[in-house]
C-alpha cells in the first residue's frame, strides 16, 4: 500500500472493479451506480481497481474517467481463510462484510449438523450469490485491492485439516493459523470434528455466531501481520500501557 497516497483513496468518491486500472472502464451497472446514486461530478475522483493488487486513481468526466495517477501494486499478503455457517435473517450477510473488511482473503459457506437455516438448492445459490455481492461492496467501501473469494459451500467432512476449529473450550495460541471453522447458532454436534482437529478458543465469554466469525476474521488478520501491528508486554508506566 502507498501510505503516501491512503489519505486521497479515502478521500475518493468510492471504489469500483475493473478489468484494468491503466485504461479504466466501469461495467453499467457500476457507472449507473456512481452516476445516479452516488451523483458524481466531473472532476470527483474514485478508486478503481482489478482485485488482483493493482490499482489507480481516476478522474470522473462525462465522458468516461481519466487515469490520474499511475498504477499501483499492493503486497499480498499471507492467505486466510473463515468457514462460516450460514445464519438465519442477515446475520451472515454482516459477518461476511465485516470479515471482508478485516482482510480475510477467502469465506467458505460450511454446512454443518445444526445448521438452522434452509441451504439446499435454489435458496444456497441465492444465499451464496449475496454473499458475493455484499463482500464485492465491503471490498469497495474498505479500500481493499485484492477480492475476496467466496468459495462454494462444503461439509465439515470435506473441511482441509489444516484448518482450526473455533471451540469454547479450544486453545488460546493461534500461533500459525490461517484458517478457521465457526459454527452456528446451535453449536457443533457430537462427534463432528475428528479429536486431532486443533480447536482454538474466541475468548472467556460465550459469543452469538456472528460476532464469533468477526473475532475469528480479526484473529486471523492480525496473525497474518496484515494489520502491521506488533504486540509488546512490559511494565505499566503512568497507569498506561501500549499494544
Given at each position: 500500500?502507498?501510505?503516501?497516497?491512503?489519505?486521497?483513496?479515502?478521500?475518493?468518491?468510492?471504489?469500483?472493479?475493473?478489468?484494468?486500472?491503466?485504461r479504466p472502464a466501469l461495467g453499467r451497472d457500476?457507472?449507473?451506480?456512481?452516476?445516479?446514486?452516488?451523483?458524481?461530478?466531473?472532476?470527483?475522483?474514485?478508486?478503481?481497481?482489478?482485485?488482483?493488487?493493482?490499482?489507480?486513481?481516476?478522474?470522473?468526466?462525462?465522458?468516461?474517467?481519466?487515469?490520474?495517477?499511475?498504477?499501483?501494486?499492493?503486497?499480498?499478503?499471507?492467505?486466510?481463510?473463515l468457514y462460516l455457517s450460514p445464519l438465519k435473517?442477515?446475520?451472515?450477510?454482516?459477518?461476511?462484510?465485516?470479515?471482508?473488511?478485516?482482510?480475510v482473503s477467502r469465506i467458505v459457506p460450511l454446512?454443518?449438523?445444526?445448521?438452522?437455516?434452509?441451504?439446499?438448492?435454489?435458496?444456497?445459490?441465492?444465499?451464496?450469490?449475496?454473499?458475493?455481492?455484499?463482500?464485492?461492496?465491503?471490498?469497495?467501501?474498505?479500500?481493499?485491492?485484492?477480492?475476496?473469494?467466496?468459495?462454494?459451500?462444503?461439509?465439515?467432512?470435506?473441511?482441509?485439516?489444516?484448518?482450526?476449529?473455533?471451540?469454547?473450550?479450544?486453545?488460546?495460541?493461534?500461533?500459525?493459523?490461517?484458517?478457521?471453522?465457526?459454527?452456528?447458532?446451535?453449536?457443533?454436534?457430537?462427534?463432528?470434528?475428528?479429536?486431532?482437529?486443533?480447536?482454538?478458543?474466541?475468548?472467556?465469554?460465550?459469543?452469538?455466531?456472528?460476532?464469533?466469525?468477526?473475532?475469528?476474521?480479526?484473529?486471523?488478520?492480525?496473525?497474518?501481520?496484515?494489520?502491521?501491528?506488533?504486540?509488546?508486554?512490559?511494565?505499566?508506566?503512568?497507569?498506561?500501557?501500549?499494544?
Amino acid at each position: 500500500m502507498s501510505h503516501l497516497e491512503w489519505p486521497r483513496r479515502v478521500g475518493a468518491l468510492g471504489q469500483f472493479l475493473v478489468d484494468d486500472p491503466e485504461r479504466p472502464a466501469l461495467g453499467r451497472d457500476d457507472d449507473h451506480h456512481l452516476r445516479t446514486v452516488l451523483r458524481a461530478r466531473s472532476g470527483e475522483e474514485i478508486v478503481v481497481t482489478n482485485g488482483r493488487g493493482q490499482w489507480s486513481i481516476c478522474e470522473v468526466s462525462d465522458g468516461g474517467l481519466t487515469r490520474v495517477t499511475p498504477v499501483h501494486l499492493d503486497p499480498a499478503t499471507p492467505e486466510t481463510v473463515l468457514y462460516l455457517s450460514p445464519l438465519k435473517g442477515d446475520r451472515s450477510e454482516w459477518a461476511v462484510a465485516k470479515a471482508t473488511e478485516l482482510g480475510v482473503s477467502r469465506i467458505v459457506p460450511l454446512i454443518s449438523q445444526h445448521l438452522v437455516v434452509k441451504f439446499k438448492g435454489e435458496t444456497r445459490d441465492k444465499i451464496v450469490a449475496r454473499w458475493r455481492r455484499i463482500a464485492r461492496e465491503a471490498g469497495g467501501q474498505c479500500r481493499r485491492t485484492y477480492e475476496i473469494v467466496i468459495g462454494e459451500p462444503v461439509n465439515v467432512g470435506d473441511v482441509p485439516l489444516d484448518v482450526a476449529v473455533a471451540d469454547f473450550d479450544g486453545s488460546s495460541d493461534w500461533t500459525g493459523v490461517r484458517a478457521v471453522a465457526i459454527g452456528p447458532e446451535g453449536g457443533w454436534g457430537p462427534g463432528e470434528w475428528t479429536c486431532d482437529r486443533l480447536r482454538v478458543g474466541l475468548g472467556p465469554t460465550v459469543l452469538r455466531a456472528e460476532t464469533a466469525g468477526v473475532v475469528a476474521a480479526s484473529l486471523l488478520a492480525f496473525g497474518a501481520g496484515d494489520w502491521g501491528f506488533t504486540l509488546t508486554t512490559g511494565p505499566m508506566s503512568n497507569d498506561e500501557s501500549t499494544t
